[in-house]
């Protein structure tokens, strides 16, 4: 076994990537106060010279830095922005302690082959970067949301009280409002009435789709497939549209069914591809010893293949759950007052009345999906190891 040892790199090295990255927060900070270019001349001058120095003097002495740059930071950022500042502060000050030794030592060779060229450790660590800016750029809303949401006024703003942490900023009063009010949960009530049938239709046709089209015999295999989840690729409110007429004309507009059959349109293409994506690994030699057994097709599938693909199904399931759930447009078109669904009621809730509740609203929606997506990451997880794909 052989053992790969970091070795250090030049003081230049360090200091010259720390400078790219105080350039890169130095644009935002410059930019909230009117420059974003001094504010990337700025941060790289200054984060690049504070790594030299780190690095140069203090190369031996590593902890010490470090909590040298933290308190530094803390320091800075509350003298210009308070106790928001000095948290921002914080998280900054941890992060440029770390990554200065980090590539000071060599470190971040540790985690690359060593016969890896500079470039390839380039691309490496760049596609990182660039997935976790990704990552940001579509969380940092939400983690907007989440702390508007116990706002103890009627803004959709930071109050002063909120951005001094002060308890006095804070309250459960819109969640209250949203356990108390008749509008709001009897929208809540439509969409636990709609949703959970929409998706047992949907795994029902889209199971049962996917087995099918998983046949080699099958003609025009790929053509179905196209027409089957095509409600997942054109545009929804082309889908709505196409729903509202066709309703319309068989006497499904405004009703129950109409918006549960449309919501299971639209969560099929999910179960399909999910479950579609499990049977690629599945063993067929197992059906057909099964039926060498003198088992028919319908106790092969429920006691042979089902447990198998099962968590593909769940999985599924759970997408066609949000995806009902979540949906707007389509109901928009397809229902009425009577199934009035709960984004249905946030959007009224920001066209007609600017309403706060839709941020505890919106929260408790993303706590729910965050619950459910963690369950279809552990559910692929068992599906890999009982393929044999995985062994973790």
Do not use: C
Not at 122 to 149: D, E, K, Q
Not at 241 to 270: D, E, K, N
Not at 283 to 288: A, G, H, I, T
């Amino acid at each position: 076994m052989t053992l790969t040892v970091s070795q250090p790199k030049p003081v230049s090295f360090a200091a010259g990537v720390v400078a790219a990255f105080g350039a890169f927060f130095g644009l935002f900070i410059g930019t909230s106060q009117g420059s974003g270019l001094i504010g990337i001349l700025g941060g790289a001058i200054l984060m690049g010279a504070l790594a030299f120095a780190a690095v140069t003097f203090l190369r031996d002495q590593e902890k010490l830095a470090k909590w040298g740059f933290f308190v530094l930071f803390i320091a800075v950022g509350y003298l210009l922005s308070g106790i928001p500042g000095g948290v921002m502060g914080a998280l900054m000050g941890y992060f440029f302690g770390h990554i200065t030794f980090w590539l000071a030592s060599g470190r971040y060779r540790m985690s690359v082959p060593p016969y890896a060229t500079p470039g390839q450790v380039l691309w490496h660590y760049a596609f990182r970067t660039i997935a976790g800016a990704i990552l940001v750029f579509l969380i940092t809303p939400i983690l907007v949301v989440m702390p508007l949401s116990f706002n103890a006024e009627n803004f959709f703003t930071f109050t002063p009280e909120m951005l001094n942490f002060d308890p006095a900023g804070y309250s459960l009063r819109h969640y209250r409002d949203f356990f108390t009010n008749s509008d709001w949960q009897q929208a809540l009530w439509n969409s636990v009435r709609i949703a959970p049938v929409a998706t047992l239709l949907s795994v029902s046709f889209g199971t049962l789709a996917a087995i099918g089209l998983s046949q080699p015999h099958v003609p025009f295999r790929q053509t179905i497939m196209a027409i089957l989840i095509s409600p997942m690729i054109v545009p929804l409110i082309i889908s709505a549209a196409g729903m509202y007429f066709f309703y319309s004309r068989i006497g499904l507009q405004g009703t129950y069914l109409g918006v549960v059959l449309a919501h299971a349109a639209l969560g099929i293409p999910f179960v399909i591809i999910t479950v579609t994506a499990t049977l690629v690994g599945f063993d067929r030699s197992l059906v057909r010893a099964a039926a060498n057994m003198g088992a028919n097709p319908l106790t092969t599938f429920f006691r042979i293949q089902m447990p198998l693909i099962l968590p593909g199904v769940i999985s599924g399931a759970l997408f066609a759950f949000i995806t009902s759930f979540d949906e707007v447009v389509v109901v928009l078109f397809v229902g009425s007052a009577g199934q009035k669904t709960l984004p249905w009621q946030m959007f009224i809730g920001l066209r007609e009345q600017i309403s706060p509740t839709i941020l505890a609203v919106a929260t408790i929606l993303v706590v729910v999906s965050i619950a459910l997506l963690t369950t279809v990451e552990m559910l692929r997880r068992r599906s890999e190891r009982m393929r044999g794909i995985s062994q973790s």
